[in-house]
């Protein structure tokens, strides 16, 4: 029967409350003399029902709430949040060398803190390149204690080399990389599904610490820091306040004091 | 094709105002956000994952965001997180092209809504939960947004990017599909 088919048809829309009235009226006026179809509307009911009862609803667990809360809170005072713009990415990755540095918004900013401007984005670029297949670590090891002299005859710094485990950063393993024509350490973490490349390298720079300077790199973050005589660049498209989190555990653990040879 | 012409999706900068307007207006919608998340990766850890970095891209897009209810704007930035962290592992369930045609006509679909059928059932949470992560997930999104977020056909249209006749077509398949899965257990 034609009118049952189209019936069912609307069965659904009917049954959310999203058939308009005149529709609706037609209908009910069918169902009032067809049992199969009145019949089938109970059903669709019945399963509705079940689902709405039964089907569990997952709440945001705590700790998922807090790190959203945090994200949202303003930035700590007396840190310099910089984001580069797409087209000052671009000019800085196509060797815009010959572009004055000046005349970029936050060439001050860096420069005021002692980080040359084109830094930052070199290391994510240094990033995004790591990711490809078997380009993210030389050495492969959850284990410190393989991880750091590894770098030994390949560098002459040692950079330090901590396990975070415990804190939800995964060693992954380290590698050397070049950036700005320098030989740098790298070490590698994960944190759930997201990589972080620690760059690190020698930097006596002036006596005063650094304070951390975090930059947005086209969705990508760079948070650096000065400590124990070396520079570190934590890249990564984990949130800036996770890479914070990590900034501080290691600092906070200066068990293997870097050495320069 | 719906249009995304209400979420300009423009970044803009993120003063104070607008952490304290996103603060108001979206993250009372973290739970719907993780519940959506939970149901498309039938994983807890990655749907934690996939919310943080929603909220995050929100965040940044949120400057552009005009009008008051943000529940289907933050649940469509979770789709998409969702989707692009499936096509970067490069998970064997990518998102194939389902041929809504190829659910079409199938009589044993239909039989399983008889309401004789569905006289005798019992249904658990469990079960139900296991019926509904098994569903292909073009019909189990549409499901979840309609009968746990309890979403209007308009908005589940703009969440998951299709026209509302489409929505309305994957509904019914889903609940087809989902009481014919619920039938083939109990037939064991």
Request: charged share 25%; aromatic share 6%; proline share 5%.
């Amino acid at each position: 029967m034609r009118e049952c088919e189209r019936v069912r048809e609307r069965l659904d829309a009917y049954l959310d409350g999203e058939l308009d009235s005149s529709r609706a009226a037609e209908l009910e006026a069918h169902l009032a003399t067809c049992r199969d179809c009145a019949a089938a509307l109970d059903a669709h009911r019945k399963l509705q029902g079940a689902i709405r009862a039964l089907a569990p609803y997952h709440v945001a667990p705590a700790a998922l709430r807090q790190r959203a809360s945090d994200l949202v809170k303003p930035r700590p005072a007396g840190r310099r949040r910089v984001t580069l713009a797409v087209w000052q990415l671009a000019m800085l990755l196509t060797g815009a060398a010959a572009v004055p540095v000046a005349s970029l918004m936050l060439a001050p900013v860096l420069i005021g803190q002692g980080v040359d401007a084109a830094v930052p984005v070199a290391l994510v670029d240094a990033h995004l390149r790591s990711l490809r297949p078997d380009r993210l670590v030389e050495v492969a090891s959850t284990d410190r204690h393989t991880v750091k002299p590894w770098f030994a005859g390949k560098l002459d710094f040692s950079p330090p080399v901590q396990d975070l485990a415990e804190a939800g950063f995964k060693l992954t393993g380290g590698r050397v990389d070049y950036v700005e024509n320098r030989a740098v350490a790298v070490l590698v973490y994960q944190r759930r599904q997201h990589i972080i490349n620690v760059f690190i390298w020698p930097d006596a720079g002036s006596a005063a610490r650094m304070k951390p300077v975090d930059v947005d790199v086209n969705g990508y973050h760079a948070l650096g820091w000065r400590a124990g005589e070396m520079a570190f660049w934590a890249v990564s498209d984990l949130s800036m306040p996770e890479l914070e989190e990590l900034r501080v555990r290691l600092e906070g653990t200066q068990a293997n004091r870097a050495m320069p040879r | 094709m719906t249009s995304n012409q209400e979420w300009p999706g423009q970044r803009g900068a993120i003063t104070p105002e607008v952490r304290q307007r996103f603060e108001l207006l979206v993250l009372p919608h973290l739970d719907a956000a993780y519940n959506f998340a939970r149901w498309l990766t039938r994983d807890p850890h990655r749907a934690e994952d996939v919310v943080q970095e929603a909220v995050t891209r929100a965040l940044r897009f949120f400057a552009g965001f005009r009008g008051d209810n943000a529940r289907p704007w933050l649940l469509s930035i979770v789709r998409n997180t969702h989707v692009n962290a499936l096509k970067a592992v490069q998970h064997e369930e990518l998102r194939a092209d389902f041929d809504d045609e190829a659910f079409a006509a199938d009589p044993g679909l239909d039989r399983a809504l008889e309401p004789s059928a569905m006289l005798e059932r019992k249904w658990d949470a469990e079960r139900l939960t296991r019926a509904i992560e098994a569903l292909p997930e073009q019909f189990r999104e549409i499901l979840v947004l309609r009968e746990l977020e309890d979403m209007s056909y308009k908005e589940i249209a703009a969440v998951a990017e299709i026209p509302i006749g489409t929505v309305m077509s994957r509904l019914n398949r889903a609940r087809r599909l989902l009481a014919h899965a619920l039938g083939a257990q109990e037939a064991r």
